[in-house]
Structures are given as C-alpha cells and as structure tokens.
Nanobody, 125 residues
C-alpha cells in the first residue's frame, strides 16, 4: 500500500498552465504504475493519463493528449501532471492513483489500488 498526496491545484485562466504533483510515501514507489484521474459533479472518475513504473510508457485520454504530460521521479517518490493550454472543461478534482502492476498503463479506475485525496483545478474562461 502507498499513501498519496496531491498538490498544485488552483484557479487559473483558460490558456494557462499548472503542474500537479503526487507525493508517495514508502520505499516502493518505483514498483507502481501511476495514473491521474479527474472528477466533476457530472461524471465519475475520468481517466486522464498513466505512466508505467520507470516512465518508459505513457497513455493519455484523447481530450488531453498534446496538452498534458505525465512524468515521474522515482528518486523523489513523486509523479507529476503538467497541464498546458488549460480549458474550462478541464475544471475538476484531480486524483493520482497507484497501480501495483508496474507495467500497467490501463485507463480503468478499478485497476488502481491506492488513491490520493484529490486537488481542485478550476479554469475560468
């Protein structure tokens, strides 16, 4: 089990950028694939991006591909989501999640074992 804490959310204008961080506790962070999801009142957790244990493989939702970049630093036990060209429809609570299958970059939330508490991102038009 890994404990996850997101940070970096906030209120920005359309076109701005934000970088979310996901700090993980414990010495086994590099054994996990990581994912980012988001949730609004209208939808359940929606897949955003995922990355395998060493950063060699990534996967993005169509809606964010080309604007968002997922990365990780195993030495710092941290995953990141760089969000550029933000749009009002990106407004959501963003969650990071850990998948105990290191090479897995699947999009389904059920594949992820541990979740953070979420960080709010609000994009004004």
């Amino acid at each position: 089990q890994v404990h996850l804490v997101e940070s970096g959310g906030g209120l920005v204008q359309a076109g701005d950028s934000l970088r979310l961080s996901c700090a993980a506790s414990g010495p086994t962070f590099s054994r996990y694939a990581m994912g980012w999801f988001r949730r609004t009142p209208e939808m359940e957790r929606d897949f955003v991006a995922s990355i395998n244990w060493n950063g060699g493989r990534t996967y993005y939702a169509h809606s964010v591909k080309g604007r968002f970049t997922i990365s990780r630093d195993n030495a710092k036990n941290t995953a990141y989501l760089q969000m550029n060209s933000l749009k009002p429809e990106d407004t959501a609570v963003y969650y990071c999640a850990a998948n105990s299958v290191p090479e897995s970059i699947v999009a389904h939330p059920a594949a992820y074992d541990d979740w953070g508490q979420g960080t709010q991102v609000t994009v004004s038009s």
